[in-house]
């Protein structure tokens, strides 16, 4: 089992920045963060393995930077430019070799809003 501390996350105005992070209790292969608006499926956003690997969502390339840090077992999502659709709860994700293990985080949300 992996337990994951989740933080960050709040209320922005369109054009701000947040600053997710989340922390796991062991080193994962792959760590990312999901997100899931009202009424929509919950999509990959951003992840990063532990060789450095990014792969990002069309929809945030640019805005948000994927960082981790092997030694802490820390991943953390900059988010830059927000905008009204990026209003969801964001759920951290970490992963073993091949898929082999997932665990997401309990969610924390972020609403981008004037």
């Known amino acids: 089992q992996v337990q994951l501390v989740e933080s960050g996350g709040g209320v922005v105005q369109p054009g701000g920045s947040l600053r997710l992070s989340c922390a796991a209790s062991r080193t994962m292969f792959a760590m990312g963060w999901y997100r899931q608006a009202p009424g929509k499926q919950r999509e990959l956003v951003a992840a990063?393995?532990?060789?450095?690997?990014?792969d990002y969502a069309d929809s945030v390339k640019g805005r948000f930077t994927i960082s981790r840090d092997n030694a802490e077992n820390t991943v953390n999502l900059q988010m830059n430019s927000l905008k009204p659709e990026d209003t969801a709860i964001y759920f951290c994700?970490?992963?073993?070799?091949?898929?082999?293990?997932?665990?997401w985080g309990q969610g924390t949300q972020v609403t981008v809003s004037s």
């Open positions: 994700n970490v992963q073993g070799p091949n898929g082999v293990g997932v665990y």
């Open positions: 990063i393995t532990i060789h450095g690997l990014v």
